[in-house]
């Protein structure tokens, strides 16, 4: 898996969705609870322009809390212009700081999660590539910051629409965008699955 490339492709993507936003649709609400577009997109671009540095003062200032450092950076960013934010994505294609670490990945999931919880609420779906889709199915174990390790206990996730399933226990099963919007914690996607893992999933995810 090219992770890297990953990235750069679900930035550019990224990038390209903020860009066709209207005003009123970068203060709507994300499924980050708390966080409107503004916000994620603030989030997703502070850690482009520190270097590393910058990285260790705010990691220092965090306490080497990743939370913390990712709410410090956000609340740096957010009082930035969405166009300033949009050219600070495009000026930097490849993630840096903490989303460059594992060789890409979280800033992969990082820029395809986000995305989508952008998309879910404001009704603008799209069909991610298949290749990069797996990817981040097969990555979610080791992607701690996302969480979904700590859901798959005793559960045997199955995509339905890819090649693609994992854990042991009660089966839950969907499509494999659901699943892993579920799998990083979004309640409002298990309404697109089904099976006797489905409460035990649900109860696991954020409302």
């Known amino acids: 898996m090219d992770l890297r490339r990953f990235a750069r492709e679900e930035r550019a993507d990224l990038a390209e969705l ?112 298949p290749e990069r889709l797996q990817a981040a199915l097969r990555s979610l174990r080791f992607a701690v910051p996302v969480g979904a390790a700590r859901r798959l206990p005793g559960l045997h996730a199955v995509a339905t629409d890819l090649d693609w399933s994992t854990g042991k226990g009660a089966e839950v099963r969907g499509p494999a965008e659901a699943l892993l919007m579920a799998l990083a914690g979004r309640r409002a996607a298990t309404g697109e699955l089904s099976g006797p893992g489905l409460e035990l999933l649900v109860s696991r995810t954020q409302g």
Do not use: K, M
């Open 18 to 129: 903020l860009e066709s936003l209207t005003t009123e649709q970068w203060s709507q609400p994300t499924l980050c609870a708390g966080w409107t577009v503004h916000d994620l997109a603030a989030h997703v671009v502070s850690y482009d322009e520190i270097g590393a540095r910058g990285l260790v003062r705010r990691l220092a200032g965090a306490r080497f809390s990743p939370d913390r450092a990712n709410a410090l950076g956000q609340a740096e960013y957010r009082a930035r212009p969405p166009e300033e934010l949009i050219a600070i994505l495009r000026r930097n294609p490849q993630p840096r700081g903490l989303p460059a670490a594992f060789g890409g990945l979280i800033g992969f999931l990082d820029g395809l999660i986000h995305q989508q919880d952008i998309r879910r609420p404001l009704g603008l779906p799209r069909t991610i590539p």
